[in-house]
């Protein structure tokens, strides 16, 4: 289910009170945060510090824990059916986890690209790395999947979803992979200059097409 965390729009100038940019948030366990109470969560500490900043920005949770690359693909035209904006993908943690090979995951990653892509939304690809045991092999032909996937015309690009976190363990669980409140709250600070960015290019791109903006 897409839950939609809505922000109010007291105190915005006219012109900023229009429909607000919808972001649909596509991703696993760390984006509808596994773990962790509601509040504490990827999405509304997202949606809260984005509301802190007077952003007329609502977001999408699209997380669904467990989500490989190809059940994201699977269920993406039922997430879109909340006609987003633009999208925040953030996937392949689970291909990673189980050991699913890369070329597969590139082959879904670069479906769901293509997909937005058609629609027109603008897409935050945000970057993965494969576990460290599952070898150097692996770990190099899994990271080349993302190298080459936020080569894509238009991308934004976050390098790794759990930057500042992953090699922290006063930031993450008791299973050393999924970030508690402070994690989160770290993921949140880096990202929403990005998700700005983001807000900004489907804004300009409902202008091009004529629609509320």
Partial sequence: MVFVLVLGMGG????????????????DSLTAGYG???RDAFVPRLQAALAARGDAIT??????SGDTSADALARLDWALGDQPD??????????GLRGLDPARMERNLTAILDRLAQAHLPVLLSGMYA??????AYAGAFRAV???LSRRPGILWDPFFLDGVATHPDLVQADHIHPDPAGVAVIVRRLVPVVERLAQQARAGRSLSGGPG
């Fill in 146 to 148: 993302f190298d080459r």
């Fill in 36 to 38: 962790l109470a509601h």
């Fill in 86 to 95: 633009a999208v925040i993908v953030e996937l392949g943690g689970n291909d």
């Fill in 131 to 136: 576990p460290p045991n599952m070898g150097t």
């Fill in 12 to 27: 915005m100038p006219a012109g900023a009170a229009e429909r607000p940019v919808r972001i649909l948030a596509l991703g």
């Fill in 59 to 64: 977001i999408l949770d699209g997380g669904v």
